[in-house]
């Protein structure tokens, strides 16, 4: 049996390199010395505060220094943080807390009003903690203990949640670094957010590589063009949403030390793709998704005009293919993809057969073993870089008493790539306004439908199964009118 | 419980990138596709040879590409390689295959003479069998697999046989990318021998990183010199010996592609570092065993001379102690760590404690925990790169019907850092003459003790247990005289 323990990640990093530049945010900077030491303090305050090895506590917060250091501080602790969208409503946010059997809540003090409206759970402000009982610091880490949650949709509406241990994490990590590549000066830019997959991988490839990370609190193309001119960033993730604004405001070049743009969240459209290559910025496109702890499968610049629309190949521990012959379910395998959901038999037993995980996404693969990513799953709709599931959006439609039924698809946007469109029968008279004010309620605001279309009846297959394409179709038909 | 499967490597590696160049030797070059096609067709030739999943085999072969193939022929077929020293004696060989229970012999032309001497295993030359069976093609390799089998010695004489996992290889290979980093341009230059961890784990980080090895049937320095001039090689594993052999012949400067030079085999003298420093060669010292699956400590350039004699810090996911205060016995952990030695429970039980190996060197951590190893393990000999145990060399002299007790030290030697010196008490008149001839023949070359000297009595402590260090002394005490 191979060793399942390593010596604790951020003690060992600063042990190794402590003085290796860890976070810049702002004009203040971390080295690894001084991170491990403000993490430390914070480890310090949450077990004053009660959080035990064990337990599971949602961290909800934005892009600052704070919430770096209590991701590493409840790994210090041995807590499991189930990091929160901050774009979810209190009730989704409640919802999953207790899904989780979460017993602490931290936020932030942007997230302060909404995080007093959950009750069930005892909830710190990371900035307002004070303590004294220094908590114990581990020696090692196994790598099948549970690291991180999140929370992800499927097509029945309730979110699951994604278990991520700290062995996915380093597979993760190390997997990329043989996909990409780590030299000695790398630092990465997070513009995106930590409680996404996105983010948070970024502040574990910063522990186990040595890495300077450069967090931003909040994407602002400017900004990011500055850096990214500037020479002092060299890997970057985006999703189109921001390489596209990123793009629209860049005059000049990027600093030739920008040796990788790493870009999820769908295949990218081709004049974005042939802006950058004018532009000498190296696009690697990426699929991965939260069950596989960030990239799973990678293309390089060199194939990306070659192979338009692929996501390229899988990383080399590895494995993806179809389950039909032409085209069907993508499935995946590799020491980086989740063990399974958080309490969820059933949709463990269906996500995972004979070693390989069900995504749920349509797809295909080319002569030359190249995956082409044809449609997400349950007609995910990606917008902006979040993923919003239809069958959420429809279950609270139809919560409503004057809506029969509802079906929803995402239509093009300019600026998101796409947003939700939802197409009601309803039994009562009801106005738009009526309908986007119940939403904003039940649900995050980028879940809000930007269309509302009545119909007589909503298109379905001999099973009576709702067809959302039918849906895209129309819209797209209206839309010439 | 992590996923313990991986594709296939050379096969993923093929398939990732099959175009890169994989390996040169002389004029001759590789790319991975056409590496894995000669693989193919040696594991295919091996197959109809009788070859199987599960087998041992012995190979003993110099470096060349036909040992490249077979190395992961027999990987691709899911036999266990057990690696050879080609400096060993016919009965030395013998008794390693009996040992692993090895049922193949695979040699090259140049070990003819010696392979058809040893009986009772069937025995090929891997460049003459003829085959058409074509071996399938596994899919997976398991983590936990044995790979592996290299022989090490203790202080019981008898050497052991080191379990080498596809696990520890590649937390090896992964774990040694995140101390050195990982670029694309990367070439690593293999002058070692392949039956070695040093030169068998290059082959590994070859596949992982789809890196190109620069492989050379003999340690030539003026032929390594060309070629680190010429900047076709970006990394290099040597010892002590090798790199003061090249520095002897060196004028001018190497290109400044080499970006590391991996220094085995003990600390290294301060005019050899200094000579490095004034030449710009970055040196890497490094504390690693075949236990280990190479590296397992590594000293950085910057530190090289501010932390002189030192063998630097652990690899991220490794650990080092020592098992007591100030000075003692070195324990290591990490997932690149040996699961234990072949058939030998009594060993295992002893060498592995609480997720700890006991490496039987001896050292100690300075304050900042950087590693000092004060003395190889039951007095190790390191002669020229090559381990000698003085315990099996007393163990074969004493087997002569002359001599009465017999104990072995090693020896300053400028050549070879360290050469095997034999201090003896008679029963009966025998030459120095004699002596060698019944030590060549039951040992390699280079253990033959290059000294040999007549004394009374051997120094021992209280409990009668052999001072290997005072015969050092003596020898020292006597040089001066």
Chains 1, 2 share one sequence.
């Not at 990590?173 to 997070?190: M, P």
Request: with cysteine; charged share 20%; net charge negative.
């Amino acid at each position: 049996m191979m060793v399942m323990n390593m010596p604790n990640w951020l003690k060992q990093r600063a042990f190794l390199t402590p003085d290796r530049s860890a976070l810049v945010f702002n004009e203040q900077k971390w080295t690894f010395s001084q991170l491990f030491d403000e993490t430390r303090r914070t480890a310090d305050r949450l077990y004053s505060a009660g959080i035990k090895k064990g337990d599971y506590c949602g961290i909800l917060a934005a892009n600052r220094p704070e919430t770096v250091f209590t991701i590493y501080a409840l790994q210090q602790i041995g807590a499991t943080a189930v990091m929160l969208n901050s774009r979810l409503t209190t009730d989704e946010i409640a919802w999953q807390l207790h899904d989780a059997k979460a017993v602490y809540l931290l936020y932030d003090q942007e997230h302060t009003e909404k995080a007093q409206l959950i009750s069930r759970v005892r909830s710190f402000c990371i900035t307002g903690i004070e303590g004294v009982a220094p908590a114990e610091t581990r020696q090692t880490f196994s790598l099948d203990e549970t690291c991180s949650i999140m929370y992800t949709s499927g097509t029945t509406g309730r979110p699951k949640g994604v278990i991520q241990t700290y062995g996915n994490h380093y597979m993760s990590a190390t997997a990329s670094a043989l996909n990409l590549g780590l030299h000695s000066d790398d630092t990465w830019l997070c513009a995106v957010p930590l409680f996404h997959i996105s983010g948070y991988s970024i502040l574990m490839k910063s522990v186990l590589y040595g890495m300077e990370v450069h967090l931003m609190g909040k994407f602002e193309p400017e900004r990011v063009n500055q850096l990214l001119k500037s020479g002092n960033v060299t890997m970057m993730s985006v999703v189109t949403a921001m390489l596209s604004a990123m793009l629209h405001e860049l005059e000049g070049d990027y600093s030739s030390r920008l040796r990788c743009m790493l870009l999820g969240g769908g295949p990218a459209p081709v004049p974005i793709l042939e802006a950058c290559k004018a532009k000498g910025i190296p696009v690697f496109q990426t699929y991965g998704m939260t069950e596989t702890a960030s990239q799973i499968v990678t293309l390089t610049p060199e194939d990306s005009l070659r192979k338009l629309g692929s996501a390229g190949k899988p990383l080399f521990p590895c494995a993806v293919k179809i389950d039909r012959a032409d085209e069907g379910e993508i499935l995946v395998s590799g020491p980086n993809v989740t063990p399974g959901y958080l309490n969820r038999p059933e949709a463990n037993k269906q996500a995972f057969q004979h070693g390989w995980f069900r995504t749920g996404d349509i797809g295909r693969l080319d002569e030359d073993g190249f995956l082409y990513v044809l449609d997400r799953r349950s007609d995910l709709i990606i917008s902006g870089g979040e993923n919003i599931y239809p069958a959420e959006i429809e279950s609270v439609l139809t919560g409503h008493p004057a809506i029969l039924e509802a079906g929803v698809t995402g239509v093009p946007n300019d600026q998101w790539g796409s947003v939700p469109a939802a197409f009601y029968v309803n039994k009562e008279p009801i106005s738009e306004e009526e309908l986007i004010d119940f939403c904003r309620e039940k649900l995050a605001r980028y879940k809000v439908p930007a269309y509302f279309v009545k119909v007589d009846t909503l298109p379905k297959n001999a099973a009576n199964k709702l067809l959302r394409r039918e849906l895209a179709k129309q819209w797209s038909g209206q839309d010439e009118d």
